[in-house]
């Protein structure tokens, strides 16, 4: 299955937090950071929300509120 990213966000937690509201429409995420396994949390701040290729219009569509198309890094 492959993950598409449809959204950047200023936390993990706050990626956590809006992919949380995809659990009641059983859509997977994943989120991902780039912090050197936890060696660069306070340098590099950010976490991205991915879901599956097959949902990602269902999900941009659930999540339309707080994925503004400027955070959109998809076409």
């Given amino acids: 299955m492959d993950f598409v990213r449809i959204g950047n966000f200023n936390s993990r937690m706050e990626a ?3 992919g949380h509201a995809l659990d009641q429409y059983d859509i997977p995420y994943m989120v991902k950071l780039d912090d050197a396994g936890g060696m660069l949390v306070q340098m590099l701040p950010g976490a991205s929300l991915w879901v599956p290729e097959d ?10 509120c ?8 998809e076409p």
């Fill in 16 to 18: 956590e937090t809006i």
């Fill in 55 to 64: 949902r990602v219009m269902e999900a941009k569509r659930l999540l339309s």
């Fill in 66 to 73: 707080v994925l503004p198309e400027s955070n959109d890094p």
